[in-house]
């Protein structure tokens, strides 16, 4: 069930708009207002998810059979769910391959090593 979901009296109603649920549907067999297929892309629920994402994560769209999905931009990125994925996760890219956390990464600097000087042949 969507976590913006509530019934009132008998009624699905929206916690976002205040309104019917937009993927709900009557049950014959229930007698009550049940969700409909759909229900995780509800755009409205995905807003207001991504309205508490701190500066520098990622959302995730959703979890499937051990993988996240990750929204990075303009493209979506499946990466090993290792670490129990929430709305969103901190991704490190190196070399194509992504690590994801559920805190910022600490990147270490590298000093920078001092070359030898060398002479020149003459």
Do not use: W
């Amino acid at each position: 069930m969507c976590e913006f979901a509530y019934y009132n009296s008998d009624r699905l109603l929206c916690k976002i708009t205040k309104d019917n649920c937009l993927y709900s549907k009557y049950c014959d067999r229930q007698h009550k207002y049940i969700h409909r297929d759909g229900v995780e892309n509800c755009y409205m629920a995905i807003d207001e998810k991504r309205k508490d994402i701190p500066n520098g994560a990622y959302y995730v769209r959703f979890v499937k059979k051990g993988y996240a999905y990750i929204e990075l931009g303009d493209k979506i990125v499946k990466v090993k769910d290792t670490i129990g994925v929430n709305n969103y996760v901190y991704v490190f890219e190196n070399n194509g391959e992504y690590e994801i956390s559920l805190s910022p990464f600490k990147h270490e600097e590298t000093t920078p090593t001092k070359k030898r000087a060398t002479r020149k042949k003459t």
